[in-house]
């Protein structure tokens, strides 16, 4: 009873996820593709891996829908370089026809935009990955102007009440 109905659903999720790669793919391997070490970048590796097969945030790349959305003024971002090389990434990893790619362009940007991840030493995947999301996040804010805030007339919150504690 139970059994069945927990692997029909399951057969079903495994359907959904591999229509979604499927449409995501435009070659046969796109998406089952490795990527070769440089040095000890494992953990580079397997963020990458991670991020590639979120549905939604690889078409967004590999389609250049990303491109109209760079904001190469944000003091804060990395003039849109960061979203340009990880773009350049997501499309040799899907629509490429290697079984392998070796990131060395996006690996050289990220140490400009990062210099911790500069070398070849390992790293922290979970560091990488919360900086990655984030540069990318800020290479494509859409504010371009962010206003000023007086960190004297803001308003107060419990927050910040219990930060000046």
């Not at 760079?70 to 350049?88: Q, S, T």
Request: glycine content about 8%.
């Amino acid at each position: 009873g139970s059994n069945l109905n927990h692997r029909s659903v399951d057969v079903d999720t495994m359907a959904t996820r591999s229509m979604t790669q499927a449409n995501l793919s435009r070659s046969v391997s796109g998406g089952l593709v490795g990527l070769n070490n440089l040095g000890n970048t494992c953990f580079m590796a397997s963020a990458l891996q991670c991020l590639s097969n979120i549905p939604a945030l690889t078409q967004f790349f590999i389609s250049d829908a990303y491109v109209n959305e760079i904001n190469e003024k944000n003091p804060i971002g990395n003039r849109g370089d960061l979203a340009r090389a990880y773009g350049d990434l997501m499309k040799q990893m899907w629509c490429g026809n290697s079984s392998t790619v070796a990131p060395r362009h996006f690996k050289s940007v990220l140490g400009r935009c990062a210099p911790q991840f500069s070398g070849y030493l390992q790293q922290d995947s979970q560091e990488l990955m919360a900086f990655l999301l984030d540069g990318l996040h800020e290479d494509l804010n859409r504010i371009t102007n962010k206003p000023y805030i007086n960190q004297e007339t803001r308003p107060r919150t419990l927050l910040t009440v219990w930060q000046r504690s």
